[in-house]
């Protein structure tokens, strides 16, 4: 049974320390999303790829996130240095995309509390 | 992407089916309608999608109106499992932005 794997599935880190936030694709998918979800803000689409490339970004705060793509297994998201405000569930998601159909299946979703 | 409208919850009688309304009064000729629902702890999962005609699949039915300004999700016969946050999503794939906007939702309430 294909699924999108994300680790950890929870942390805890201190304010100022890095993180990093990793997800397997299901194999074969060509789109990889990052996700940000909070009480106050609901789901945020952070950026996403396509074959490995960076599409949009732009929901990502520029100065303490990178999200890259190493390889077709591996996608990952970084925070350095993280802040409290940084605590939220990112989930990370997959996707064959083609004209018609971009269903997208999701990951359980990292826990992360910055304290 | 076109916004959408939904109704923040909504309560169903388990067996009984949910109907779960999307207004997108501004939807555009080549934009998809999309149902995801996202059950408490985990993340996202696609429902049915569709774009002007009436879809069904083994987990919903999925009823757009002919001038494509709203629709509507349909759980037949709703379980105590389907409470959750059901989102619809409207959008547009281009080739190159083809990404999913989330708004807040309708927490449906399956009860006994």
């Known amino acids: 049974d294909a699924r999108v794997t994300q680790t950890p599935r929870h942390k805890v880190t201190e304010m100022g320390q890095e993180v990093t936030m990793r997800c397997q694709p299901i194999?074969?998918?060509?789109?990889v999303f990052w996700y940000r979800q909070t009480m106050m803000q609901g789901l945020e689409l952070l950026a996403y790829f396509r074959n490995r490339a960076p599409l949009d970004d732009s929901g990502m705060p520029k100065d303490r996130f990178s999200a890259e793509m190493p390889d077709a297994t591996l996608a990952t998201l970084k925070i350095q240095p993280s802040e409290p405000r940084d605590s939220a569930v990112y989930f990370c998601?997959?996707?064959?995309?083609?004209?018609?159909?971009?269903?997208?299946?999701f990951g359980q979703g990292t826990r992360l509390t910055v304290v | 992407d076109a916004k959408t409208t939904q109704p923040p919850s909504m309560d169903c009688a388990e067996g009984r089916a949910a109907n779960l309304p999307c207004n997108h009064s501004?939807?555009?000729?080549?934009?998809?309608v999309y149902w995801y629902r996202q059950i408490h702890s985990q993340g996202p999962q696609y429902i049915i999608h569709g774009l002007k005609n009436n879809e069904t699949n083994e987990m919903a039915s999925l009823i757009i109106t002919e001038d494509r300004k709203s629709s509507t999700l349909i759980l037949p016969h709703a379980t105590l499992r389907d409470t959750a946050v059901y989102y619809c999503?409207?959008?547009?794939?281009?080739?190159?932005?083809?990404?999913?906007?989330f708004g807040t939702g309708t927490r449906l309430q399956v009860t006994l």
């Open positions: 999503i409207v959008r547009v794939y281009t080739g190159t932005a083809s990404k999913l906007t």
């Open positions: 194999l074969g998918h060509n789109t």
């Open positions: 501004t939807i555009s000729g080549n934009e998809y």
């Open positions: 998601a997959s996707g064959l995309v083609n004209p018609g159909n971009t269903e997208a299946f």
